[in-house]
């Protein structure tokens, strides 16, 4: 097995998580179902996405530059997703008072 057909079923699994999570966004009802449809685009989608292309490059520095942005994609995906929902809570609670 190749590494271009290895970067070619990590792209295809990566898109096919942010289709997903794009068409759960469009059709789930409420802020919290959204949110959790866009988790795995952020933690998993994306990242598979930038490992990819970093297969596909090879090694060398293109590859560890793309390694990186996959791993700021993962954790800033799960860092917004988390900052997001809170600020959801709070101005639901400040809605009802």
């Known amino acids: 097995m190749g590494?271009?057909?290895?970067?070619?079923?990590?792209?295809?699994?990566?898109?096919a998580t942010l289709l997903l999570?794009?068409?759960?966004l469009v059709l789930l009802p409420g802020p919290y179902?959204?949110?959790?449809?866009?988790?795995p685009a952020a933690a998993l989608g994306a990242p598979l996405v930038a490992l990819?292309?970093?297969v596909d490059t090879g090694p060398g520095r293109g590859?560890?530059?793309l390694l990186v942005i996959g791993l700021l994609l993962a954790?800033?995906?799960t860092i917004a997703t988390m900052a997001v929902a809170r600020t959801t809570?709070?101005?639901e609670r400040e809605a009802k008072r």
């Open 3 to 15: 590494r271009h057909t290895v970067a070619l079923a990590l792209l295809g699994v990566g898109t």
């Open 21 to 24: 999570a794009a068409f759960a």
């Open 33 to 39: 179902l959204r949110l959790h449809a866009l988790s």
């Open 52 to 54: 990819a292309l970093a």
């Open 63 to 65: 590859a560890a530059k």
């Open 75 to 77: 954790a800033g995906g």
């Open 89 to 91: 809570v709070r101005a």
